[in-house]
């Protein structure tokens, strides 16, 4: 189900999601838990990441997911400029956080950091409700996630 946790996502960033778990398509698995969410992307429950690849089997899957997970990413500023309340940045955390545990070992700490400017953006935003996200630092993050994409999975996955 490739692209499914950037679909998914974007809709519990935008509010898009109907009743139930925001973002997440009744009875979809992703209604479990956040983690859930970010771990569909690979079709397979979230083993621990303890190979080169991750919780993924191999590069082509591991390939494929970090590329959903940067897609997601890529689009948080616009989420999270739509005005959204701090327990939904949470949730977005939650995802970060997920992606990171099942990410290759070598993107850990770029998905770290990821998730810590969205943890600095929900403590900002419970103290001032006009708080932005700083998407200029997004960016800075997730470039090394790009180089990876670049070295690892461009010749073909």
Known sequence: MPGTAAVLALA??????GPGTPG???GSPATASPAA????????PAPAAGGPWGAYPDRREACAAVADD????????????????????????DEVEAMGDTA???LAADFARVQLLVDSYGE????????????????????PVRG?????????V
């Open 37 to 44: 969410t970010a771990t569909s992307s690979a079709g397979s």
């Open 148 to 156: 990876w994409l670049d070295g690892t999975c461009r010749d073909g």
């Open 70 to 93: 940067l897609l997601v990413l890529a689009l948080l500023p616009a989420g999270l400029s739509a005005g959204p309340t701090v327990p939904e940045v949470q949730d977005v955390e």
């Open 104 to 106: 290759p070992p070598a």
């Open 12 to 17: 519990v960033l935008c509010g898009c999601g």
């Open 24 to 26: 997440a398509p009744t």
């Open 124 to 143: 900002a935003l419970a103290e001032d409700p006009s708080a932005r996200f700083d998407g200029q630092a997004l960016d800075q993050a997730l470039a």
